[in-house]
């Protein structure tokens, strides 16, 4: 019996992994020889995607997704590497969105919820059910609240990140609003919001991607590595913020550090060049600028947000849901 068990489903999966992503269009890998990765991505049709890593062969990784436009980009050292369509939450199952890391990685995966229904190249976001994985894409959200892929992005996408990257899920149509996710925040200490102390901690995770993420609502900025908050601190940002902007660090030289400002609409053909005076808008403790000064490197994000880092008031809602 429990042999059988199993063998149904290996053989659930392999299905999964044939026909993830067949749609309206046959799943495939778009020709890149015809413009941009953000030129390319707004002509996708549904189950197509392209990959082009070798743009930037190192550095660490963001990933956009963008819930009105149903694309996700990835950017790695600041630079868009690959773009996809995906089919996320539908009316009811709405995919959260936030800032999330990727928790657990599994290539064969099943639903603990819908009849072990199979999650090929899952890659975990909430410990609630929110995850990246391969599946149908009917060119419309469809899922139960995770984020589909076509199998042949979704097994690339698998092979290239890591425990502890970075995940954007954004609704830029209706003015962005994006947030920790409360699991990130809780993972903090209890005083790492809503107080004008300076925490610093980089000994809970001494090495990964670096993330800061910073709430003009709190007047606050969380740093993460590899997923794990290790430092806080009071900032205030100048000027009206009313949307959600991500920055990447693509490179340091000797004139300085090279800035971006990423396009969370997935659909700009070009990403913008951050000017040196951008920076004269944020107001933070020199000991907090010296602190992340010090674990500065390319491929660094920033995510700034009107919305508040407080789990109570976090308006995001994680879903109780598994595909």
Known sequence: MIAAAMMLRSTLLAIALATAGVAPVLAQQVDMSFGSVVEIVAELKAG??????????????????????????????????????????????????????????????????????????????????????????????????????????????????????????????????????????????????????VTWSPEKSANGPVSVIVSASDRRALVLRNGVIIGSAPVTIKGAVTGTWAYALRSIDADGQHWVRLQLSGTSSSDQQVPSTEWQRFVAPEAFKKAVAAVVAPGMTIVVTPDSLRTAAAPVTILESGT
Request: with cysteine.
């Open 48 to 197: 197509q995607y392209v990959w082009a890593p070798q743009i930037a062969p190192e550095g660490p990784m963001l990933l956009i997704v963008n819930l009105k436009t149903q694309r996700a980009v990835l950017y790695r050292n600041g630079i868009p590497i690959g773009a996809t369509t995906v089919s996320t939450g539908r009316s009811g199952r709405e995919t959260p969105t936030g800032v999330f890391t990727i928790l657990q990685k599994q290539v064969e995966h099943y639903s603990s919820k819908y009849d072990s229904a199979p999650m090929p190249y899952m890659e975990r976001l909430t410990w609630e059910g929110v995850a990246l994985h391969a599946g149908h894409l009917p060119g419309y959200p469809a899922s139960h609240g995770c984020i589909r892929m076509p199998a042949g992005f979704a097994k690339l996408l698998y092979g290239s990140t890591r425990l502890g990257m970075t995940v954007v899920i954004a609704n830029v149509a209706a003015a962005p609003r994006v947030a920790p996710a409360p699991a990130i925040v809780s993972e903090g200490p209890a005083d790492t919001v809503g107080n004008s102390a």
